[in-house]
C-alpha cells in the first residue's frame, strides 16, 4: 500500500468526510476517492461504509485504521528527527585556525559569534599554517584562517585582520628601559616557536634579508608558552600584536620600539568546500569585522 493512500485513508476517517479530508491533505475530492477505492481493492475486504453525511469504519476497517494510523504516525516521527539531524548539521561550525589567532583572538570571535547565532556548535583545530593549509586542502575542515600569503596560492582568500609582529620582553629585561638596534637581535637569546610556524618563518626571513641572523635559543609549540618564557625576563621574541595586547597592557610584557613586521590574517576556503549554514555566517561575520575595523581606521 502507498504512503499517500494511507494518509487520505486516516483523513477521511478522522474527518468523517471525503471532502474534508481532501481539504486537510491538499488533494482533490477524486483523487482521494480514488485511494480509498484502491485501499480496498488491495485488501479485498470493504473497510469503510459511506453515507451521504458520514463515514464509518467496517471491522475488517477498524484493524487496518490502527495499523495504518502507526504508520504514519512513525513516519512523521522519523521526518522530524531527520529535520533535527538538518538542523544540527547547519548549526556545525568546523574551521582550523593558525595558533596566533586560535588561541587568544579566536574565543572572542566565537563569544560575539555565539550571540548572534545561538546554539552554533563549533569544532575548531589549531596548528601552524601548514596544518591548517592540509586540513582544508585535504576536505577535512572546509575553511581555515592562516597569517602566510604563500598559504592561499590555491583556495578562495581574504583578509580578515590587519596586524604586525612586534619585539616583546619581560618587564625587568633591559630592553625594557633603553633603546637598541637591530644588530643586538642577533646577541640576545631569541624565544620562538618551532621552525613551521609562521611568526617564526616570517620573523627569521624579514631579518635575515637585513643581514641579522636570530639567536634561537628555545623552541616552544605554544604562543602562549612563548609568552611566560619571556615574561619571565628570558630573552626576547616577536610576535603578533594582537596576541599580546593584553599582556602589554597589563605591564608584563613591554613592546621594543623601533622595528616590527606587518603582517594579516586571511580567511581561505577551498573553492569546492561546502559550508553549513552556520560556517556561511561565520565567513560573512568575519568579513563584516573586517569592514568595521576599516571603516573605524
Not at 128 to 133: Q, S
Request: aromatic residues 6%.
Amino acid at each position: 500500500m502507498k504512503l499517500r493512500s494511507l494518509e487520505a485513508f486516516c483523513a477521511a476517517v478522522e474527518e468523517k468526510s471525503i471532502s474534508a479530508a481532501a481539504r486537510r491533505i491538499y488533494l482533490s475530492q477524486p483523487s482521494v476517492s480514488e485511494k480509498l477505492i484502491e485501499m480496498e481493492r488491495e485488501a479485498q475486504v470493504p473497510l469503510l461504509r459511506r453515507s451521504r453525511s458520514s463515514i464509518e469504519l467496517t471491522p475488517e476497517g477498524i484493524t487496518i485504521y490502527e495499523q495504518a494510523r502507526k504508520i504514519l504516525n512513525q513516519v512523521k516521527a522519523l521526518e522530524l528527527t531527520l529535520h533535527n539531524l538538518r538542523q544540527k548539521d547547519d548549526m556545525k561550525l568546523r574551521f582550523a585556525a593558525c595558533v596566533t589567532v586560535g588561541e587568544r583572538i579566536m574565543p572572542g570571535w566565537l563569544r560575539r559569534f555565539e550571540g548572534k547565532l545561538p546554539g552554533v556548535m563549533p569544532t575548531v583545530f589549531m596548528g601552524n599554517d601548514l596544518e591548517v593549509v592540509h586540513l582544508v586542502e585535504g576536505g577535512e575542515m572546509p575553511i581555515g584562517i592562516v597569517a602566510s600569503d604563500e598559504s592561499c596560492d590555491a583556495f578562495e582568500s581574504a583578509p580578515i585582520l590587519d596586524d604586525e609582529l612586534v619585539i616583546v620582553v619581560g618587564c625587568m629585561h633591559p630592553w625594557a628601559q633603553q633603546q637598541i638596534s637591530l644588530e643586538d637581535l642577533s646577541t640576545e637569546p631569541f624565544i620562538s616557536r618551532e621552525k613551521e610556524a609562521t611568526v617564526r618563518v616570517m620573523a627569521e626571513r624579514t631579518l635575515e634579508e637585513r643581514g641579522i641572523p636570530l639567536n634561537v635559543q628555545m623552541e616552544l609549540g605554544s604562543t602562549i608558552a612563548v609568552e611566560e618564557i619571556v615574561e619571565s625576563g628570558r630573552g626576547f621574541s616577536l610576535l603578533s600584536r594582537a596576541d599580546v595586547r593584553r599582556r602589554l597592557e597589563a605591564g608584563t610584557l613591554v613592546e621594543v620600539e623601533g622595528f616590527s613586521i606587518p603582517w594579516s590574517f586571511k580567511l581561505i576556503r577551498h573553492p569546492s568546500a561546502t559550508l553549513s549554514f552556520a560556517e556561511q555566517l561565520f565567513c560573512e561575520f568575519l568579513l563584516d569585522g573586517r569592514k568595521l575595523t576599516e571603516a573605524r581606521s
